[in-house]
């Protein structure tokens, strides 16, 4: 079933991880891929933006059926495999009220990430200006002491005792805080989440290739 599916991706990407994820959940292997360059601009590409106009990763293909929003692609996959792999929606109205809203959050957290991330990184030094910078701070700092919140009523996944399209949403924006320097030890909710997860078959076998070639610069690690 996964031969007539066609993912391209970067390495690193959220978005692209989650589809990833949400595809050996769903054990739907063999699928095409190809790794894109962000840095050497081929998500611009003809080839991308022939499927994806906005020439974003990641770009995905069911037949001839196109997702290019990576919670729409994970949502459909549970959606036409449901009685395949493993169920990421549950049955529970409260457990999917919980699942639902901690998964849209994540747009939020994204953002919030997004803004001081991509500040520090891409910003140039004579342009910056310290109380953007400490805003950006304040507001991803506020943003994570609330998921800590949440993890301490559900420790092992973020909806509840198994794991939902809400984790297959958000553990790589967690895994991309820590491995940009997030300190384990100022917020250990997260920490413990991380670090029980990202042994996850699902995960492990997705995990960012690159990720494994060297450390991240730790940019974070003042939050």
Same mark, same amino acid.
């Given at each position: 079933?996964?031969?007539?599916?066609?993912?391209?991706?970067?390495?690193?990407?959220?978005?692209?991880?989650?589809?990833?994820?949400?595809?050996?959940?769903?054990?739907?292997?063999?699928?095409?891929?190809?790794?894109?360059?962000?840095?050497?601009?081929?998500?611009?590409?003809?080839?991308?933006?022939?499927?994806?106009?906005?020439?974003?990763?990641?770009? &995905? /293909?069911?037949?001839?059926?196109? *997702?290019?929003?990576?919670? +729409? $692609?994970?949502?459909? !996959?549970?959606? #036409? &495999? /449901?009685?395949?792999?493993?169920? *990421?929606?549950?049955?529970? +109205? $409260?457990?999917?009220? !919980?699942?639902? #809203?901690?998964?849209?959050?994540?747009?939020? *957290?994204?953002?919030?990430? +997004?803004?001081?991330?991509?500040?520090?990184?891409?910003?140039?030094?004579?342009?910056?200006?310290?109380?953007?910078?400490?805003?950006?701070?304040?507001?991803?700092?506020?943003?994570?002491?609330?998921?800590?919140?949440?993890?301490?009523?559900?420790?092992?996944?973020?909806?509840?005792?198994?794991?939902?399209?809400?984790?297959?949403?958000?553990?790589?924006?967690?895994?991309?805080?820590?491995?940009?320097?997030?300190?384990?030890?100022?917020?250990?909710?997260?920490?413990?989440?991380?670090?029980?997860?990202?042994?996850?078959?699902?995960?492990?076998?997705?995990?960012?290739?690159?990720?494994?070639?060297?450390?991240?610069?730790?940019?974070?690690?003042?939050?």
């Amino acid at each position: 079933m996964a031969k007539d599916m066609t993912l391209l991706w970067a390495p690193g990407s959220p978005p692209c991880w989650r589809i990833m994820i949400a595809l050996e959940e769903k054990n739907l292997k063999g699928y095409n891929q190809r790794i894109l360059s962000v840095e050497k601009n081929e998500h611009k590409s003809k080839e991308v933006l022939d499927i994806n106009p906005r020439g974003q990763v990641p770009t &995905f /293909k069911h037949g001839d059926k196109i *997702l290019n929003e990576s919670l +729409a $692609a994970c949502f459909y !996959l549970e959606s #036409q &495999f /449901k009685s395949q792999g493993n169920k *990421l929606i549950p049955d529970g +109205a $409260a457990e999917q009220a !919980l699942m639902y #809203q901690r998964l849209f959050e994540c747009f939020t *957290l994204n953002q919030k990430l +997004a803004d001081l991330f991509y500040y520090i990184m891409r910003v140039p030094e004579e342009e910056k200006h310290d109380s953007t910078l400490k805003r950006h701070k304040e507001a991803l700092i506020a943003e994570l002491k609330l998921w800590e919140g949440y993890l301490d009523k559900a420790p092992c996944c973020m909806a509840g005792k198994t794991f939902t399209l809400a984790d297959v949403a958000i553990f790589p924006s967690v895994a991309f805080l820590f491995r940009y320097g997030l300190c384990e030890e100022r917020y250990p909710k997260l920490a413990a989440y991380y670090n029980g997860l990202k042994d996850r078959p699902s995960i492990k076998a997705t995990w960012p290739p690159t990720w494994l070639e060297s450390p991240g610069p730790d940019v974070l690690k003042d939050l």
